[in-house]
């Protein structure tokens, strides 16, 4: 009888462990995601606690979650919506997985470290919905380490400074808007040229970047890093905005929900922006922006965005002043040597993106783009040293029609054994810029040509591909990538009396290879390396017989980002950089001159801190050692190459009807020649923005330079001569930066 028990009781515990067992039989977890709407949600982070798995949406609001068993909890957090967890039950696996967040405002629960190689742009833009971008200026600060300068009248693109370099315009970061490249190569002005005021800051949705060289899907001038902005698809609602202030400041917007139906949406956006700025010589400022976008979408068919944008700018400009003008009174801070400085530019881009799916997890993404864009500048950078009658004035010009297209073959949740998954993606592009009558002259007071130093047309081909694989398996994340690029070069110069027209042409293959380990949900850590490159201008490139046309970059960068609890993250990286040349612009001369080899090391740390539900902090700063290596010591300094910058700022919502930020920015004292014996300044500059908030009105006070600190925005150290000398002089030229200037701004939505 107790034999017959035991028997009995074992045979029982024997068919309970067998149930048990497979009841906790791993399974692949699928579903969807949208929003109460129903509308599908991309990129909504996906995260096992359980096991540690953890997975994406993609463009359909679906995904793919392996090695997941009953009883496990999944989190699925999304910026903007309430984190949602689910206790998995065999219904799941039966049925799939149904999911509707819920929106919420920003907040930095929201956002969980996953094994994405560009992890932290998901918490920079968590900034970004914190602190509205309120001017094109503020566009490329919104990368954490990455300030900007202005010297000319507003109305020029920027300069950037990114990890140790003094980038110029845009030489060594690869900036687009949607896809779309806005650098230009083989510019009058300067390699890489990239001018981003055609974008109206208010119909910027999110930015996407990444440090160093390590994205197979970015290629020339991707060295330092890449910006990316993507533009809102719809807007919610109506608006115009009005804001007025020091400096004879006036500014308009207007975004206009013109279409919204179940499948498509449709707004107008436009922006008038005048100002005389704070110099004793008016800037007579003036920029117009016009933007119309249809977005079409069929869940689980395809997308389509068409967009179509106009821009136009023109202004004069104070130039880059001597401090030893002001040291002897001839000028005041805001003053000019030549005040007839200035320029005109204008943009007008149609853009093409979409989107096929193929198949559950297969998609085929096209893009195409054409712009007609034109560029004057009058710029005065010796004044009389070459000229001491007429003055050293220059005029640069161009005419220029921009054509490109991609498409990409995305294949993902590929199984491979039981737990392991793979995704690749395959694209090919092209890229052409027709370039007509590039110009350098001399000119007097912008009305009379006196000598014309350089004239011709710039053809240039880029045609590329590249294929981007991610392996997952356990922890680990592997993303083996590599690019191929082939670039055509072909100058005619128009002054030549006989046909001269020369050409040359390169290849070049860019591997890579970053690896992520998440030891949980909370904490990645990373090792990206890879190679990049920057083109060289077709003028120079075909001049030198086609030597160092695509010199390469080499780069490595080991990090952390970490979330020890739900309101902190931190991040750390340790990177370095090695360049097999540089470029130096020549301004007067209208060429670019390679400088040499190069090495940068830095470390970069950040902070983001939902400190209470109403106030969120942060914190970026970047420290850099940068030298050329083929020149002695104490004369191998990197001229203007910052290295150390920080940037912070604090943001509060929801304190009854307001809202606001204050911002800092400090960029350190740096050598601005290669032995150290010029320094430029460094500063640090605090912003304000208050906003107050009734109904669907908004009242604002944005203050740009709050504590009215003198400082000197952008520095060179340039040999000129004024009219009174007799010999020329090496010392700083800068553009001073905007004092105390106060604007009030009044919005209504509708």
């Not at 004069?316 to 200035?342: N, Y």
């Not at 128009?494 to 290879?513: F, Q, W």
């Not at 090695?578 to 090391?601: H, M, N, W």
Request: charged share 20%; hydrophobic share 35%.
């Amino acid at each position: 009888m107790i034999y017959s028990y035991n028997r009995a009781l074992k045979l029982l515990i024997f068919i309970f462990l067998l149930i048990t067992s497979i009841n906790v039989e791993a399974q692949n977890l699928k579903g969807k995601v949208t929003d109460k709407e129903g509308a599908a949600l991309e990129n909504v982070g996906i995260f096992n606690q359980t096991s540690g798995q953890h997975s994406h949406t993609n463009l359909s609001g679906a995904f793919s979650l392996p090695s997941t068993t009953v009883n496990d909890s999944i989190y699925f957090s999304n910026l903007g919506f309430k984190t949602f967890v689910l206790v998995v039950n065999q219904n799941h696996f039966n049925e799939g997985v149904n999911i509707a967040l819920e929106e919420s405002s920003i907040n930095l629960d929201q956002v969980v470290v996953v094994s994405k190689v560009d992890a932290m742009t998901r918490f920079v833009n968590i900034d970004v919905q914190k602190d509205p971008v309120k001017s094109s200026q503020e566009i490329l600060r919104k990368v954490p380490g990455l300030l900007i300068g202005q010297h000319a009248g507003g109305g020029k693109a920027e300069q950037i400074f990114l990890r140790g370099f003094d980038i110029d315009h845009g030489t060594d970061v690869a900036i687009s808007v949607d896809g779309m490249p806005v650098n230009m190569v083989s510019h009058a002005h300067g390699q890489g040229y990239a001018d981003l005021h055609f974008v109206i800051p208010e119909t910027i949705d999110d930015i996407n970047f990444g440090k160093g060289p390590y994205y197979a899907d970015k290629g020339d001038f991707n060295t330092a890093g890449y910006v990316d902005l993507s533009l809102k698809k719809s807007v919610d609602k109506s608006m115009i905005t009005y804001e007025a202030g020091q400096f004879n400041t006036n500014r308009f917007v207007g975004l206009f929900n013109i279409l919204k139906s179940s499948k498509s949406d449709g707004y107008l956006a436009s922006e008038i922006y005048l100002t005389d700025g704070p110099f004793d010589s008016p800037q007579n400022f003036n920029r117009v922006n016009i933007l119309g976008r249809y977005h079409y979408k069929d869940i689980g068919k395809e997308e389509l965005t068409l967009t179509a944008s106009h821009f136009q700018s023109k202004w004069d400009a104070s130039g880059q002043i001597p401090q030893r003008a002001i040291d002897q009174k001839i000028i005041g801070r805001f003053g000019a040597i030549d005040d007839t400085e200035g320029g005109q530019t204008s943009r007008t881009n149609l853009m093409f993106n979409h989107t096929k799916f193929l198949g559950e997890d297969q998609f085929l993404k096209t893009r195409a783009f054409l712009s007609k864009y034109d560029f004057e500048l009058f710029s005065n950078f010796t004044f009389f040293l070459e000229d001491p009658i007429n003055g050293d004035q220059i005029r640069q010009y161009e005419d220029r029609t921009i054509m490109g297209a991609e498409t990409v073959f995305e294949q993902i949740d590929i199984t491979v054994g039981t737990d392991d998954r793979f995704k690749y993606a395959a694209g090919i592009g092209f890229r052409n810029d027709n370039v007509d009558d590039v110009t350098l002259e001399h000119t007097l007071n912008r009305k009379t040509s006196l000598e014309q130093y350089a004239f011709g047309d710039v053809d240039e081909t880029n045609i590329y591909a590249f294929l981007n694989g991610e392996y997952k398996t356990g922890n680990w994340t592997f993303n083996p990538s590599v690019r191929l690029d082939y670039f055509n070069f072909d100058y005619e110069n128009k002054l030549s009396t006989v046909y001269d027209n020369k050409s040359e042409s390169k290849a070049i293959v860019s591997p890579k290879l970053n690896t992520i380990y998440a030891v949980n949900r909370d904490w990645q850590l990373f090792l990206k390396t890879g190679m990049g490159f920057h083109s060289n201008d077709a003028r120079v490139v075909t001049a030198n017989e086609g030597r160092d046309i695509l010199p390469r970059a080499y780069g490595v960068d080991l990090g952390t980002i970490i979330k020890p609890v739900d309101k902190l993250v931190l991040n750390a990286t340790l990177w370095g950089l090695f360049l097999d040349q540089e470029f130096v612009y020549v301004g007067d001369a209208g060429i670019v001159e390679p400088s040499g080899k190069t090495r940068r090391v830095g470390v970069e740390v950040g902070a983001r801190y939902q400190m209470l539900d109403w106030l969120y902090l942060y914190s970026d700063v970047n420290y850099t050692y940068a030298r050329s290596t083929e020149e002695a010591d104490g004369l191998d300094y990197i001229p203007l190459a910052p290295d150390f910058t920080a940037v912070g700022g604090l943001s509060f919502s929801d304190i009854g009807n307001f809202s606001g930020n204050l911002n800092y920015r400090y960029l350190g004292d740096r050598a601005a020649n290669e032995d150290n014996s010029i320094v430029a300044e460094g500063y640090f500059v605090t912003d304000l923005n208050l906003n107050y908030h009734i109904k669907n009105w908004t009242v604002g006070v944005i203050v740009e330079n709050l504590f009215d600190t003198e400082w000197n925005e952008t520095q060179f150290a340039t040999e000129s001569r004024l009219f009174n000398e007799t010999a020329s002089v090496e010392e700083i030229h800068f553009t001073p930066g905007t004092p105390f200037y106060l604007r009030g701004k009044v919005s209504v939505r509708f």
